[in-house]
């Protein structure tokens, strides 16, 4: 180590006064400034729109369609200035002595060529080693070196026959091929699992330590930010507001819209609130205003008030299992987390709830009652009671019609109001997920990611349901939007005693918005208990693996 | 997994189809091309008595004579009388055959779409064989068993077209409902009719509009070219493509009774083609700034 | 692979199948009788009843049907009412003079097309790019006669005299002895497909390029020339490869215009002619060819599609 520590003070590349525009001449990247130096790496923070992709993209003196450079330098060890290159000049750097690993490889790495033909193809265009065999022979150490097979048969796989994990891999053992001096990752982690994100953040760190790369990782995630990175500088808005150390950025914010993204980061010990209300902990097990008095439930208790019941739920494609036996009770004014990750079953499970998938076998019930499969089998009553709120509100609410539309269509369908009914309940939805009454007029296009989750939450709620299940609500919103929807999903299960099922891959939620968790994995529930007892101690491997992979600031 | 909320926030309502299409220069040209000859078209069979004097029919001299101000025809007709009034069937007939297809089409295609399984295959494999026959072909088969009637034309290019449009009505509808404000409408019971018509036809209206140009451009030429193959409208009705098929043996003696038709429907076809792409420009940008 | 290029086989074949049902089905719609359409109002009783006979007129439907079908595959396609020859002598030699007509205008449509389009991908928004655009926007949009005449007036009768405006072979002699003649029918038929061609190439050029795999390629330092070669083109020949086989198709149908046009002794020709004499035999073998080389076509498209997809090759997905 102490060799690294003379190299960690060489800068490997300087950005200075970075500015990019669009061809319309407006400027999105304002005066951006940043070091990169050997053996370290250089967290860029930022929600989406940020510019954070763009200023790293700039290190490689690349500039997406309708982008153009507009001023400031990016000077490497040597002093030369990248942008001031010929387009030529500026090739011959890429992929050799600066990188980039791309944040889908599913769409960067080309479908119509073997992995190894792309690896090498970086080798070969930038002439590593005097010989074919001797880029052949780097093919195989750089596959080893972040943890993939190396042998003939592996390079010669298609793109689509790896998992996201690997396809991963390949790309950063694509950035890594030629040994650069200056890698720059653009969210390399987003999309994969908890499990397989820690092991790539493992490999990149090897690699970056190891081998005196300086980096620069763009990401969203804080959580990740304090597993990989030494520096880190948050972005806003095309500006740089704060740079440091990751320890005191992380720890002792200066700048206030780092302590606002830092205070919605959910974290597992719930030792903050991410919102107004308090986060349901040992102490704290906000449930609904009668049952506030139990500080635990026991499983007398679920069964005791049991709302919903799910009994030995099962469902297949073909020969392939999605559920396996999924049984679970939720009380009244009880909150569930179905945790799971991709493949594990957890949106099907909840769509079977809700009556959106109608293949399964087993029984939903709803306060004894055992429930038709398909929603239009159901009664309208039965449609009422149970609602759900879907994944992304880019895609849940219909484009072409208004919010107030689109939030009426349950009570329309339901046929007892008039239209003037219907308006004031409308409104009255809209209140209770904070949107203004002015909402109602406009159309999806006009809101924004978190306003559209409110609007699709408050159609669920104009029937004023005993179930509210979640999926994945927040998953494709930036994180101080999740804190604010978090927030008005524990406020309204306050107010109003329903009862929730709250379905994510975010582990780290656990213990902001529910009481009881249940683990799923491969179609069955492994691990389930009350919050506190499953994360404290987990009874099955999974989800001890699955606790000590999740990153922590 | 990506994230999208401040991407969004900054967008307001794009501006509506028609404002983003006429706000292009091409799409103005394209109007003008249409507008004039369909303007001739209506208008024309009307001017025809103070104009020209004579009815498209009437036989006003020898054949192919320099008479009147563009000539005489094959019959020793008046070509500019025959020009003004052989526009508006064209026109009326490719608009009715458009009409059909997009119909027919747009049905076949939403339902394909939404219902899957085997209505759609049903519906795909008989796309597949109206499509192994040529349009022309298909017409000219119809019209052997049918005679060159006007109907039997507008039936077998509106059927012809059925195919296309469901195919691209299909594609288009399929993304829309994989959308889960579909599974929203279905998870609420709304009626399978009302989803289709208020959750997907509003959300295709861009690839329809397309469609629509596209469709309403090759009908006018199908037509056209039935007529002009003889096929198609019979004489002694004044008709654009018949013209030309009457008189292109005098193209180099008498050439009018050839280039007036021939200008006018190239006019009228490039226009709507310029209208049409100018739809597709627009309700692209619709679509990535969603 | 085999299998699902089998299955695409036994498609086309099914689909082959029913445009023949589809074909013989018109005969039942047309009112009268063949045997007298070929023999004229004079013939008697006796020699109808006979012709009857032998066109199997008096067999049930189905029957009729499968006779034919077999007809079909053994190169007989019956009788034609109208000269009451046999189809198959009526339509040999213009079979070949169509086929001279469409591998032409293929050999010339295709790849030039694909040059445009590409270049015209690659410079988008540039002053060629527009050229190219507008000339094939305005060209897509005309009837084919249109501009086979528009051709005629410039390079045959009013501005240039210098190509023959009508094919005119001495009986005898084959349309592919006199080039010169070839020159008008076959640019039209080029022109009026090669819009198409540009267009697609233009669209799905744009689209690859703007791929994530390709901006990847750019930012390893790959020369554009390899970019451009190695990872934009071949995702450009599938989608490509369905466009041109939709042209070769519609090449195989727009032959019957622009034969009219040229009087050019194609099957095109002969088509219209039949069709004008509602000779139902000629008709129906003429339809069956084109959509044979419909389906075909098309089929070989599939293939390409299927060759140059790895995840279909492997069969990694469905």
Redesign the interface.
């Known amino acids: 180590m102490s060799t690294l520590i003379e190299q960690q003070t060489e800068v490997a590349l300087q950005a200075t006064d970075l500015r990019v525009a669009t061809a319309l001449g407006k400027e999105i990247l304002h005066s951006v400034s940043f070091t990169l130096q050997r053996g370290r790496m250089l967290a860029l923070v930022g929600?989406?729109?940020?510019g954070k992709t763009t200023a790293g993209?700039a290190c490689?003196g690349?500039f997406?369609?309708g982008l153009e450079h507009v001023g400031g330098t990016v000077e490497l060890s040597d002093g030369t200035n990248l942008l001031a290159l010929t387009?030529a000049g500026r090739?011959?750097?890429?992929?050799?002595s600066i990188?980039?690993v791309?944040?889908?490889p599913a769409?960067?790495?080309?479908?119509?060529?073997r992995i190894g033909s792309q690896i090498m193809?970086?080798l070969r265009?930038?002439g590593y080693g005097a010989s074919e065999q001797a880029r052949r022979e780097r093919l195989a150490e750089v596959l080893t070196d972040v943890g993939l097979p190396n042998d003939t048969a592996y390079q010669r796989r298609?793109p689509?026959?790896l998992s996201g994990g690997q396809q991963q891999r390949v790309g950063i053992a694509?950035a890594f091929a030629f040994r650069p001096e200056v890698m720059v990752m653009d969210e390399p982690t987003?999309?994969l699992d908890v499990t397989t994100q820690a092991l790539v953040l493992q490999t990149i760190h090897q690699l970056v330590t190891t081998h005196a790369v300086a980096g620069l990782y763009i990401t969203?995630d804080l959580a990740v930010v304090s597993e990989v990175a030494d520096e880190v500088a948050v972005m806003l808005a095309g500006r740089i507001v704060e740079q440091g150390p990751s320890d005191q950025v992380l720890h002792d914010p200066q700048h206030a819209y780092t302590r606002k993204l830092l205070n919605a980061v959910p974290d597992l010990a719930g030792r903050h609130h991410i919102g107004e209300v308090e986060a349901v902990t040992g102490a704290m097990p906000i449930i609904s205003r009668e049952r506030a008095a139990s500080a635990r439930l026991t499983a007398r208790d679920v069964a005791s008030t049991s709302l919903l019941s799910v009994a030995d739920l099962r469902l297949s494609y073909g020969s392939n299992a999605v559920l396996n036996g999924i049984d679970f009770e939720l009380g009244r004014g009880e909150s569930l987390m179905l945790l799971g990750e991709s493949g594990s079953g957890k949106t099907t499970a909840a769509r079977c709830i809700?009556?959106?998938n109608d293949s399964y076998t087993g029984s939903v019930s709803l306060a004894g009652t055992t429930l038709q499969p398909g929603?239009?089998q159901r009664s309208?009553e039965e449609?009422h009671r149970i609602q759900?709120v879907?994944?992304?509100p880019?895609?849940?609410?219909?484009?072409?019609?208004t919010i107030g539309e689109?939030v009426e269509?349950?009570l329309y369908?339901s046929g007892t109001f008039s239209r003037k009914e219907r308006r004031a309940l409308v409104l009255e939805a809209l209140d209770q997920v904070q949107l203004a009454a002015s909402f109602i007029d406009r159309?999806p296009?006009?809101?924004?990611?978190?306003e559209?989750q409110r609007a699709a939450i408050a159609?669920a709620l104009v029937n004023a349901p005993s179930v509210l299940v979640c999926d994945e609500v927040t998953?494709?919103?930036?994180v101080s939007?999740q804190a604010s929807i978090i927030d008005l999903l524990r406020t309204l299960q306050v107010e109003t005693g329903m009862a929730m099922v709250f379905v994510t891959h975010n582990i780290a939620l656990a213990r902001h918005i529910s009481q009881r968790l249940a683990v799923l994995h491969a179609g069955r529930i492994v691990d389930m208990g009350p919050t506190d007892d499953v994360l404290e101690n987990p009874q099955h491997s999974y989800t001890r693996e699955l606790l000590t992979h999740v990153p922590t600031l | 997994m990506t994230t999208i909320d401040t991407a969004t926030e900054t967008i307001a309502a794009p501006p509506g189809l028609l404002r983003r299409i006429i706000r292009q220069r091409q799409a103005r040209i394209g109007l003008a091309f249409t507008g004039i000859i369909v303007l001739v078209a209506v208008v024309g069979p009307l001017l025809l008595p103070w104009l020209t004097g004579y009815t498209s029919t009437e036989f006003t001299g020898r054949p192919f004579q320099p008479d009147g101000v563009f000539g005489t025809d094959n019959l020793g007709r008046d070509i500019l009388s025959r020009f003004l009034d052989g526009g508006l069937t064209l026109l009326v007939f490719a608009a009715l055959a458009t009409a059909l297809g997009m119909l027919l089409g747009t049905a076949a295609g939403m339902l394909a779409a939404y219902q899957g399984g085997k209505l759609d295959s049903i519906i795909m494999r008989g796309n597949d064989v109206l499509l192994a026959l040529p349009q022309l072909v298909f017409a000219l088969l119809a019209i052997t068993v049918l005679g060159p009637q006007g109907w039997v034309v507008v039936l077998v290019i509106g059927i012809t077209h059925a195919p296309r449009i469901a195919r691209v009505t299909r594609s288009a509808a399929s993304a829309v409902i994989t959308e889960d404000f579909i599974r929203a409408s279905e998870m609420y019971a709304v009626p399978r009719w009302k989803i289709l018509l208020k959750d997907v036809l509003p959300n295709i209206t861009g690839p329809l509009m397309v469609e629509l140009g596209l469709r309403m451009t090759y009908s006018i030429a199908a037509i056209a070219s039935l007529s002009f193959l003889g096929l198609g409208m019979q004489p002694p009705t004044a008709d654009w493509g018949l013209m030309i098929n009457e008189n292109r043996i005098a193209l180099t003696l008498q050439p009018w009774g050839v280039i007036l038709p021939v200008l006018a429907i190239a006019i009228l076809t490039v226009g709507s083609n310029l209208i049409t792409d100018a739809v597709a420009r627009a309700s692209a940008t619709v679509e990535e700034s969603k | 692979m085999p299998g699902l290029i089998l299955r695409r086989l036994a498609i086309s074949a099914v689909i082959l199948l029913v445009v023949s049902m589809l074909v013989f089905v018109a005969t039942l719609l047309l009112p009268g009788d063949p045997a007298q359409a070929i023999l004229g109002q004079q013939a008697t009783p006796e020699r109808l009843e006979a012709l009857r006979e032998q066109m199997n007129l008096n067999d049930p439907f189905a029957q009729r049907y499968l006779h034919w079908l077999g007809g079909l595959f053994v190169g007989d396609f019956g009788v034609s009412a109208a000269s009451g020859g046999s189809v198959a002598a009526l339509l040999g030699d213009r079979i070949a003079a169509s086929l001279v007509l469409m591998v032409a205008a293929a050999t010339i449509s295709i790849p030039v097309g694909i040059l445009v389009g590409s270049y015209s991908a690659l410079r988008r928004g540039k002053a060629g790019d527009h050229a190219a655009t507008g000339i094939s926007l305005v060209l897509a949009a005309l009837p084919d006669f249109v501009i086979g005449i528009a051709l005629v007036t410039l390079f045959s009768t009013t501005v240039f005299t210098v190509l023959p405006s009508v094919t005119m072979a001495p009986p005898g002699e084959q349309v592919w002895d006199y080039p010169s003649q070839l020159i008008l029918p076959v640019l039209t038929l080029v022109l009026v497909v090669m819009p198409y061609i540009i267009r697609m190439m233009r669209t799905t050029m744009i689209e690859v390029l703007d791929s994530g795999y390709v901006e990847m390629a750019r930012l390893k330092g790959v020369p554009e020339r390899q970019v451009i070669w190695r990872h934009a083109l071949p995702h450009a020949i599938a989608p490509v490869a369905q466009v041109v086989a939709i042209q070769l198709a519609w090449l195989a149908g727009g032959i019957v215009v622009v034969e009219f046009l040229f009087r050019y002794p194609g099957v095109g020709q002969a088509l219209v002619d039949a069709v004008t004499n509602r000779d139902v035999q000629v008709v129906q073998a003429l339809a069956m060819l084109i959509a044979a080389v419909y389906v075909v076509v098309n089929l070989f498209a599939d293939i390409v599609g299927i060759v140059t997809n790895p995840k279909l090759r492997t069969g990694g997905i469905r």
């Open positions: 929600e989406s729109g940020s993209l490689l690349y997406r369609t387009d090739r011959g750097l890429r992929g050799g990188s980039y791309p944040q889908d769409l960067s790495l080309n479908p119509a060529m193809e970086v265009v930038h298609w689509h026959e694509m987003t999309g969203h809700a009556g959106l929603t239009r309208a449609r759900y879907f994944q992304s880019l895609s849940s609410l219909n484009p072409r019609r689109s269509v349950p369908m159309r296009g006009q809101l924004s990611g978190g559209r159609r998953s494709a919103l930036d939007v």
